[in-house]
C-alpha cells in the first residue's frame, strides 16, 4: 500500500461515533475492525522500513565504524511523517476501503 497517497490526517481529529457505529450497530464491532487493520498496516510499514534500512545495516559493531548515514536518517524521517497506523484505518473505515466480516455465533 501506498501510504504517501493516503489522505488521512496527520493531527487528531475529533469524528462523530454515530457515524463510526453506522456501518456495524456497534462501536465495539467497528472499534475492533479498525484496530485490527491498523495493526496491519502497521506491521507492513514496518516490514517496508526494516527492508530499507537493511541494506545499511554493518556486519560488525565496533564503535569506531559507527558512523551517521545521511541516506538512513533521510528515510527514518520520512516514515516519521506519514501518518500513523490507527488515523490510516480510521480513514479507510469512513471511505468504505476495509472489508470485514463477522464470525457467526450460532454453531450448528
Known amino acids: ?5 493516503s489522505s488521512a490526517p496527520q493531527s487528531t481529529v ?3 461515533v454515530r ?4 456501518q ?7 472499534i475492533c ?3 485490527r487493520r491498523a495493526n496491519q498496516i502497521s ?3 514496518k516490514e517496508e522500513l526494516d527492508s530499507k534500512l537493511e541494506e545499511f545495516a554493518t556486519k560488525t559493531d565496533t ?3 559507527v558512523y551517521e548515514n545521511v541516506e538512513q536518517i533521510e528515510i527514518s524521517r520520512m516514515y516519521e511523517r506519514f501518518p500513523k497506523p490507527s488515523s490510516i484505518a480510521v480513514q479507510e473505515y469512513v471511505d468504505g476501503k476495509i ?10
Open 1 to 5: 500500500m501506498d501510504y504517501k497517497k
Open 14 to 16: 475529533t469524528r462523530d
Open 19 to 22: 457515524k463510526l457505529e453506522s
Open 24 to 30: 456495524t450497530g456497534n462501536i465495539y464491532e467497528t
Open 33 to 35: 475492525i479498525i484496530s
Open 43 to 45: 506491521s507492513e510499514m
Open 63 to 65: 564503535l569506531e565504524e
Open 99 to 108: 472489508y470485514y466480516r463477522l464470525a457467526d455465533d450460532k454453531k450448528e
